[in-house]
């Protein structure tokens, strides 16, 4: 059963930085691509960045240069280092198993279904 849980979130001012960390189990994370995605209130959810089983990587334009994914197999991890935060990256974050990762403005979905219960990006002055 694959389970995934989100921690690292919190409140930050403009040009902060926050750290994400996803613990994955139920299944194998070194075999799959991993993705983090964001859900802001009054929108759909939209992928933010994905990391493939062989640490390729591939952000959203507007997280670029500011946002780095990274996966430790071993833990069974993967995190999302947040700098220079914007208010607009106001959002529930979550991460999810992908097959592959693809073009991230399309990644809208994790590609089990599963997803975890987030954690409550704010960030405001």
């Known amino acids: 059963q694959v389970q995934l849980v989100e921690s690292g979130g919190g409140l930050a001012q403009p040009g902060g930085s926050l750290r994400l960390s996803c613990a994955a189990s139920g299944f194998r994370m070194a075999n799959f691509a991993m993705g983090w995605f964001r859900q802001a209130p009054g929108k759909e959810r939209e992928g933010v960045s994905c990391?493939?089983?062989?640490?390729?990587?591939g952000y959203l334009d507007s997280v670029k240069g500011r946002f780095t994914i990274s996966r430790d197999n071993v833990e069974s991890r993967i995190y999302l280092q947040m700098n220079d935060l914007k208010v607009d990256d106001t959002a529930i974050y979550y991460c999810?198993?992908?097959?592959?990762?693809?073009?991230?403005?399309?990644?809208?979905?994790?590609?089990?279904?599963?997803w975890g219960p987030g954690t409550q990006v704010t960030v405001s002055s």
């Open positions: 990391i493939t089983s062989d640490n390729s990587t």
């Open positions: 999810a198993p992908r097959f592959y990762c693809g073009v991230i403005a399309r990644m809208l979905d994790g590609s089990f279904g599963s």
